[in-house]
DNA sequence: TCTGGGGTCCTAGGACCC
DNA sequence: TCTGGGGTCCTAGGACCC
């Protein structure tokens, strides 16, 4: 008797420089042309066009280093519109939808299809009606690759970006083992995913040079080296399906907002500002995905680039009696913890807050022996659920506590934004205006 | 003058229990 | 001076991802 064993199978869509993707398809004067995204706070650079990485500019080089040399050579530069991204992001996913029932979205530029189950006869093909589809409907290049395994599919849509001849697909489940062996060679230590910095550097230096050279490493050494997370990517580069997206990652185990200021910040009371800010934006998340949570974490810290001054960074955590979604609750603890970690004199430059012990709205676990009035908990409910109708229909920030102030002199620096051409009515697209 | 933000998973080690 | 063994839970910290 045969017993059939259902092969896996993954394909990995990739979206080419998918922010600088986002401002090409609103602004067509910017093909063919270089063109960069900034990182928030307009520090680093997150997202360059090919003609931008032919000019030798590198992922995540700091913008004040660089400027001169982005101008010189007439390079477009925007501060990034998340907004428009995260929106272009949402168009991208339901059009993949289209092309297989199981989308695992990865991040926002990045999404697995699991294949397994689909009736497809030639992979290559598909791919490339995908590609086609997505770039004729929403206007963003994308890649695929396809392999037995998420690593596999990873691998191929790497292979497949530098090499234009493959017309933005790779299929290798289609190659003989020799072939993809081949291949696998070729992709380099540091380029598998799941192998970082400093795990490159250990590798190289204990001969491991290439995705060749790992996969026909010793599984038990390497998992003393780099714990199971090595373990399984070995797994995978000899064709085993074993590493998994978490499928529920839309409830999320921990909430953060973090933001560097847009300029320095001495005094407590413009922490505190920044501080209520990113609380209020956290629960917000939190009650999005209908949750509570127990506790809250705050972090300040000077500029650790900053050579010279004595770098300092603290935090605190706090804990709440029982699970909540109330913006008052965590801001009236963040501030609490604030006058823990707060040592004057110093230039503050950043600030964060975690959220952490999440727990579904519905269970709300009474501890015993303290005090749990579900009534103001109603209450407190029904005004947090006002206040996002509220932000929701007339824009972020319309209701928010004083305690976030009005000034705002620590904001991002945001100089080079382009417009939310789809998500506000006031910046739309003007065509021949 | 100017260097992002938001996540995940794993392990070691301490606290605590019987 | 001697000072068990085994289990669980929690947290901090380190690695990684985009």
Redesign the pocket.
Known sequence: MAIIINKKIYALVDCNNFFVSCERVFNPKLRQVPVVVL???D??I?ARSNEAKALGIKM?E???KCRDYLEANNVKIFSPNFRLYGDMSHRVMSELESFCSKVEV?????AFLDLSEQHINDYHKWGQQLVDKVYKNIGIPVTVGIGANRTLA?IATEIAKHSPEMNGVLDLEGCHEKKIDEYLKKVEIQD?????????VKLRSLGFYSAYDLKNADIGWIRKKL???GQRIVMELNGKACRNI?DI?NT?????????FGK?VTTKREIAEAVSLYVA?AVE?LRRQKSRAESITLYIRT?P??SGEQYYSNSG?AQLEYPSSFTPDFVKLALKILDNVYVPGKKY??A?VFLTGIVPESVLQRKLFHKYDSDSVKINDNLMKCLDTINGAYGKRTLRLASEGFERRWY?KQNLLSKRFTSSWDELLVVGG
């Open positions: 990182t928030n706070n520090g680093c997150i995540a700091p913008f004040f990865y991040s926002i530029d990045e990873k598998i995913w799941g192998i970082g910095r400093k795990y490159a714990t199971v997370m978490d990652r999320k185990k921990a909430i953060a907002s973090t933001r560097s320095y934006r998340k500029n680039h900053k955590t430059k950043k964060g991002m």
